[in-house]
């Protein structure tokens, strides 16, 4: 399986959502970056599972145990591995799976590609809790961009088939009153109307035993221009490649997007001006990206969440073992909607591109190279 990414700083992911623990192994940031252990817990609280009504019910503490790579509030130069333990499992609702996939999951796909040895429960080494190491990673990659002024933030975008909107976020400059929005608001949203009426949105189609999806916008204000390559090491490929590696995101787009195939060239286009000795474009459609290099404007992106396949309804499947027709009533603890816990998510992976970027071209200068330890 291909859970391995990376060209300077390298990633790897193991595990499944039903065995013992999970974690990953992050390889190539350089010794002396303070790490908060605290702040990253912060970071994976905000994504763990069983925390409120728009979550799944499985419960865990999510707690991450580094075991490596990082000493006394910095990172040592070895590789930083990091494991959480799988508590609450019910393997036995996902017992009838392997017989009878289910629709929207990786089940008949994994039984076709793997011969039936795939770990069936709780969706194996394809389920979201995957997620869980990834925001290890990318929470240390998170404060390691801090360091070089650089600030990520997303936030739930649009949501259902309503498509309630939030509002979205400044593509020019951080604005300090939507963050703080976003973290304070009971979903992750801009806007608190768009928050209630997207948790009412959720809360419905779970009483129908039902799902919805959406869509995250991610914004990483403070990236200095000149990251990246042309062709297939573009800054857009790189940040595209870790999304679709998240489960259940079905599209990426960057800037203006899908919607600029709509616009006229006068419309897109960023036109520069000078501004105090500084090119500086005066709108923000290509997302901060340019022939797959940054302008110095903030990098935007967003990602499609599809609804959650486990749905309580009936559904049509098939007896891999009958070789015949059946219907599938799925009994086991699901999202009703990825898309407010997939926020953080958006966030990780955004930061392990750009560390993986920056580090390649040589722009990850930590504001203090000579440790004062050694003064
Ligand atoms: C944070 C997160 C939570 C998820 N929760 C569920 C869930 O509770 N039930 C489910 O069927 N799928 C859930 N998924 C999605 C499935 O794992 C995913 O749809 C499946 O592995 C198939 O992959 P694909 O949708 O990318 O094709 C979740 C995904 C993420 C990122
Ligand atoms: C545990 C998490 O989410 C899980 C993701 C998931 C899936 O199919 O992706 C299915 C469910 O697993 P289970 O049946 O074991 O409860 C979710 O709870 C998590 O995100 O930490």
Redesign the pocket.
């Known amino acids: 399986m291909s859970s391995f990414t990376g060209n300077v700083l390298k990633l790897s992911i193991f595990g499944q959502s039903h065995s013992p623990a999970i974690g990953c192994s992050l390889d190539g940031i350089p010794a002396g970056v303070p790490i908060d252990l605290e702040r990253l817990q912060l970071f994976l609280d905000r994504?763990a599972p069983g925390r409120n009504e728009t979550a799944?019910a499985r419960k865990e503490t999510d707690t991450a145990h580094i075991i490596s790579g990082i000493v006394d509030g910095r990172t040592c130069g070895a590789p930083i591995s990091g494991i959480i333990k799988n508590a609450d499992t019910r393997s036995q609702d996902y017992s009838n799976l392997r017989r009878i996939p289910?629709p929207?999951?990786?089940d008949y796909a994994a039984y076709i590609k793997y011969k039936n040895n795939h770990d069936v429960a709780g969706?194996g080494h394809?389920?979201?809790r995957l997620?869980a190491p990834l925001c290890i990673a990318g929470g240390i990659a998170l404060q390691a961009l801090e360091t070089q002024g650089i600030r990520i933030a997303a936030h739930i975008a649009a949501l259902g088939p309503r498509d309630i909107r939030d509002t979205p976020l400044d593509p020019m400059k951080p604005n300090q009153v939507q963050l703080k929005a976003i973290s304070t608001n009971p979903l992750p949203c801009v806007s608190a109307h768009a928050a209630a009426s997207m948790r009412e949105c959720i809360v419905d189609a779970k009483s129908h035993m039902d799902s919805v999806g959406g869509v995250i916008e991610c914004v990483a204000y403070g990236v200095p221009a000149g990251i990246g390559d042309p062709m297939f090491d573009g800054i857009e490929n790189r940040i595209a490649r870790l999304a679709f590696g998240?489960?259940?995101?079905?599209g990426v787009d960057f800037g203006a997007g899908f919607s600029s195939a709509r616009l006229m060239g006068s419309q897109n286009n960023d036109s520069y001006r000078m501004q105090d000795g500084q090119v500086l474009p005066q709108t923000n459609n290509a997302g901060g990206i340019v022939g797959g290099i940054t302008t110095g404007m903030p990098v935007i992106w967003h990602m499609a969440v599809?609804p959650?396949?486990?749905i309580g309804q009936q559904q049509d499947s098939v007896d891999l073992e009958a070789h015949e027709n059946a219907e599938l009533k799925i009994h086991g603890?699901?999202?009703p909607c990825?898309v407010p816990?997939?926020v953080p998510?958006a966030e990780a992976v955004c930061a392990v591109a750009l560390l993986d970027a920056m580090l390649e071209d040589g722009a990850f200068v930590l504001p203090c190279q000579a440790d004062a330890r050694f003064r």
């Open positions: 994504r799944t289910r929207g999951h990786a969706g394809f389920s979201g997620t998240i489960p259940a995101i079905k599809k959650t396949p486990s603890r699901h999202d990825i816990r997939a998510v």
